[in-house]
């Protein structure tokens, strides 16, 4: 279930990024904006491996009769961290006038499901998801 909502995460950024792309004609700035997004879910995939690794240590310490589970999830932790980071250099390598061609869909996506795609997305950010807990403290 996770790979299948990592794919969904990859096809909202693809769709963003083509967005992005489709428009820098007319914008300059979504040039610099396109590669913040890539550059930063770059960085959140390595924060997010860091921290997952890291607890799967702690609970290893804690617990070592599930030191098998435990290796075996780190496994598939750093599986699906190196799947994300190479989608991202992909697209890095990937010249923007190439970059269009290569759609997963036809459908193109307008302001209004951009602005949709980079609300969902950075809902899924930890700060966001902790915004709650800021706020009752």
């Not at 909202?12 to 820098?24: F, S």
């Not at 995939?45 to 030191?67: L, N, P, R, V, W």
């Not at 890095?92 to 997963?104: N, R, W």
Request: aromatic share 10%; proline share 1%; net charge negative.
């Amino acid at each position: 279930q996770a790979s299948g909502g990592e794919d969904e995460i990859q096809q909202l950024q693809k769709a963003l990024l083509d967005y992005l792309d489709e428009n820098t004609e007319t914008d300059a700035s979504l040039v610099f904006s396109r590669k913040f997004y890539i550059a930063q879910w770059f960085r959140d995939t390595t924060m997010e491996t860091e921290k997952a690794i890291k607890s799967q240590k702690d609970e290893d310490s804690s617990e070592g009769t599930h030191h098998a589970k435990d290796v075996e999830t780190t496994g598939q932790i750093m599986h699906r961290a190196e799947s994300r980071k190479k989608f991202l250099r992909s697209i890095v390598k990937t010249a923007p006038s190439q970059f269009s061609t290569l759609k997963m869909n036809s459908d193109t996506v307008d302001y209004e499901d951009a602005c949709l795609i980079v609300r969902y997305l950075a809902s899924m950010r930890p700060f966001a998801q902790s915004f709650d807990i800021y706020l009752t403290q």
